[in-house]
């Protein structure tokens, strides 16, 4: 579907009315920042999948990836991104009207009233959606492909590694920390040590972990709400998301196991290939 060159198209586009990147929305949100070496400063990068050979198509976790996807299908969370509503481009509608002229729709602000200041409840949901999907996966039956890499084994680096995790999340609130009054910086201590209560169960030993979770339910049971557990845990809700999906996903999405979400399962993209394929070699000739 030629997706990185039409993005590469519109990035050209972007670029001359001034904006670093744009978002399209379809089923989910889809991010594009043209250009990474403008804006953007790299604070932290996590590893979250190692795979065994980066050699092949085949180390791409598919799985993973689309489970990562799913959980966003009804938006990106944790209030990353603040979107101005009154000025979305859509091909149903347009010129557009950019101005909010109805004072009774506050659910759609514009960007220009929403303001820097940390959204804790964000923060909190979107903590709290990462860790109960975690401990969900922590008794899930393995999938190929999952290994585990033992380096430095006479360093324990379980610490470091939670201290990392509980700041990761909190990364974004650490943007206006000069403007925190007295309460904000009670609600960041409240987090950092519900988050770090939460890391640490997380790298205790399988086990532990498990006769754990009754402790653990009061810090997440409670937040995930919208399509909570609609499928087993070997299993996906998955829909047709290029460059993977059959006919039936599209026509009844629902819950596909594990193994069926692979490469090969592209037959809804098929015929759009092909058409673009004699396209291109029309242009060609």
């Known amino acids: 579907m030629d997706e990185l060159a039409r993005a590469s198209d519109i990035c050209d586009v972007m670029k001359e009315w001034g904006y670093d990147g744009f978002m399209r929305m379809e089923i989910g949100f889809e991010v594009v920042y043209c250009d990474f070496s403008v804006g953007v400063d790299l604070v932290t990068v996590k590893r979250t999948v190692l795979h065994d050979d980066n050699r092949a198509e085949e180390h791409v976790n598919l799985y993973q990836w689309a489970r990562a996807v799913a959980e966003r299908y009804d938006g990106i969370g944790g209030d990353r991104v603040r979107i ?8 149903y509608f347009f010129p557009i009207n950019i101005s909010n002229t109805d004072p009774k729709r506050p659910g759609l602000p514009r ?5 820097l200041a940390s959204s804790w409840r964000s923060t909190c949901t979107f903590i709290g959606e990462v860790a109960v999907a975690s401990l969900t996966y922590f008794d899930a039956p393995p999938l190929p492909g999952d290994i585990t890499l033992m ?4 360093k ?4 470091e590694a939670v201290d990392a ?3 990761h999340y909190l990364l974004p609130t650490y943007l206006d920390q000069d403007s925190w009054n007295l309460e904000d910086g009670l609600i960041h ?3 950092e040590t519900v988050t770090h209560g ?3 169960r997380l790298f205790t030993t399988r086990s532990i972990l498990l006769k754990a979770s009754s402790a653990t339910a009061p810090f997440g049971s409670h937040i995930l709400r919208d399509g909570d557990n609609v499928c087993p845990i070997d299993e996906l809700l998955l829909m047709v998301m290029w460059p993977i999906g059959d006919p039936e996903d599209y026509w009844n999405p629902g819950c596909r196991p594990s193994d069926e979400i692979v490469f090969s399962r592209t037959g809804y993209w098929r015929p759009h290939d092909e058409m673009c394929d004699g396209m291109n070699r029309a242009s060609a000739h």
């Open 84 to 91: 101005d509503f009154s000025s979305m481009v859509s091909g």
């Open 111 to 115: 960007l220009a009233a929403a303001g």
């Open 151 to 154: 380096e430095d084994k006479d």
């Open 156 to 159: 324990n680096r379980t610490a």
């Open 165 to 167: 995790c509980t700041k």
């Open 189 to 191: 201590a409240a987090i």
């Open 198 to 200: 939460i890391r640490t």
